[in-house]
């Protein structure tokens, strides 16, 4: 167990997230998503909003990793500002997925500024989510507790299929911090491989919470 981190190492966080226009979109289902997560092992849920979080710690006894979702221009939608991570904190996240790529942010703040406000006033631990070894090496000097490479695959281009064990070993072999291996993970193979690589742990969100992303997949096979 690392101290500043409410989860152990080896853990499988699951991500419980449906975004409007899915069925499940809304507080009551990802409660209860989060519920059935627990009971199958999952040790922290990462969940999107002030009401998801509220919704979720209210019914299952797990830390939540909060993250704010907020589309905007720039490109930068994960917890883009200091307010957006207060949200989620006020609302019972333990600690707090923030973008840490080198991409602008809005409003103009950097990354070291938000983390630094978020330490000082908030008191959570921060998670950069990152997109490659650079951003990854920056969010840590700017103060990111941990890193993640959730956002790999997502800042050009189409994003691959499977997901990017190779970023994982790279930052792991860079950062003094755990690394959390999250993006694209769907099979016991794929979350194996990333703690064989050293992560310190691994986030899965749309192969166990998106029933509608997992039909449309397997339908597609059969086309
Ligand atoms: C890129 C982006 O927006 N990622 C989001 C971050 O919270 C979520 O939509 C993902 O579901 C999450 O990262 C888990 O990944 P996966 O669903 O692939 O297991």
Do not use: W
């Not at 993006?183 to 986030?203: F, K, N």
């Amino acid at each position: 167990m690392d101290d500043r981190l409410p989860f152990p190492s080896g853990a499988l966080l699951v991500s419980c997230q449906a975004q409007p226009g899915n069925p499940l979109h809304g507080p009551v289902s990802m409660a209860r998503m989060a519920a059935a997560a627990a009971a199958g092992g999952a040790r922290a849920i990462r969940a999107n909003g002030p009401a998801d979080v509220a919704a979720i710690r209210s019914e299952v006894d797990l830390p939540v990793l909060g993250i704010n979702k907020v589309f905007g221009p720039d490109g930068v939608f994960i917890t883009p500002t200091f307010e957006d991570a207060a949200a989620v904190v006020r609302a019972g996240a333990a600690m707090v997925a923030i973008d840490g790529t080198a991409r602008p942010r809005p409003g103009g703040g950097s990354l070291g500024d938000q983390i630094r406000r978020i330490h000082a006033e908030l008191g959570v631990p921060v998670m950069a989510d990152v997109d490659d070894l650079a951003a990854g090496t920056a969010a840590r000097a700017a103060g990111a507790d941990v890193v993640a490479t959730t956002l790999s695959g997502y800042t050009g281009g189409p994003a691959p299929e499977g997901p990017d064990i190779g970023l994982v070993a790279e930052l792991v072999t860079r950062l003094d911090c755990p690394v959390i291996a999250e993006g694209r993970y769907r099979s016991a193979e794929d979350v194996r491989a990333a703690v064989d690589a050293g992560a310190y742990a691994v986030v899965v969100g749309t192969a166990i919470t998106n029933p509608m992303a997992i039909t449309t997949r397997l339908a597609k096979a059969l086309s």
